[in-house]
C-alpha cells in the first residue's frame, strides 16, 4: 500500500515536498518512483529512486527542480519540487515496482513493472 501526502496548491516558482510512506519496502520492490497526470494529457514519469543505494533517475522536463529521496528506516520516498511552473500541475502518483539491477526506468513508472501505485496526491501552481 502506498499514500501520498503534501500536495497543494503553489505559486509559479514555489516549492513543495510530497511523501510516499509504502509498506512494500520490501524484498518485493526495488523500485520507488512518481508519475504525474494533467487532465487532458498522458501519464509522464517524473522520477525514481532504487532503494538499494537511493540512486535517482529524473525525467527530462524536471532535472534540476526536482529532487527524489529516500528514508529507508521510515520506508518513506520523497519529491522535493522546486521553482515550479504551471505545467507542473497534475495529480502525481507513487508507484512501487522491482527492476533488474539498479536501472529504474523513469518512463516505466506508470507500466507493469511499477505495479504498486498509491492514490495520488494533486499539485496546482499558478
Known amino acids: 500500500q502506498l499514500v501520498e501526502s503534501g500536495g497543494g496548491s503553489v505559486q509559479t516558482g514555489g516549492s513543495l515536498k510530497l511523501s510516499c510512506s509504502s509498506s512494500?519496502?520490501?524484498?518485493?520492490?526495488?523500485?520507488m518512483g512518481w508519475f504525474r497526470q494533467a487532465p487532458g494529457k498522458e501519464r509522464e514519469g517524473v522520477a525514481t529512486?532504487?532503494?538499494?543505494?537511493?540512486?535517482?533517475y529524473y525525467g527530462d522536463s524536471v532535472k534540476g527542480r526536482f529532487t527524489i529521496s529516500q528514508d529507508y528506516v521510515k520506508k518513506t520516498v520523497y519529491l522535493q519540487m522546486s521553482s515550479l511552473k504551471p505545467e507542473d500541475t497534475a495529480m502525481y502518483y507513487c508507484?512501487?515496482?522491482?527492476?533488474?539491477?539498479?536501472?529504474?526506468?523513469?518512463?516505466?513508472?506508470?507500466?507493469?513493472?511499477?505495479?504498486?501505485r498509491g492514490q495520488g496526491t494533486q499539485v496546482t501552481v499558478s
Open positions: 529512486i532504487y532503494t538499494g543505494d537511493s540512486t535517482p
Open positions: 512494500e519496502y520490501t524484498s518485493r520492490s526495488n523500485c
Open positions: 508507484a512501487a515496482g522491482r527492476a533488474e539491477g539498479r536501472w529504474c526506468p523513469v518512463e516505466a513508472t506508470f507500466s507493469d513493472l511499477f505495479p504498486y
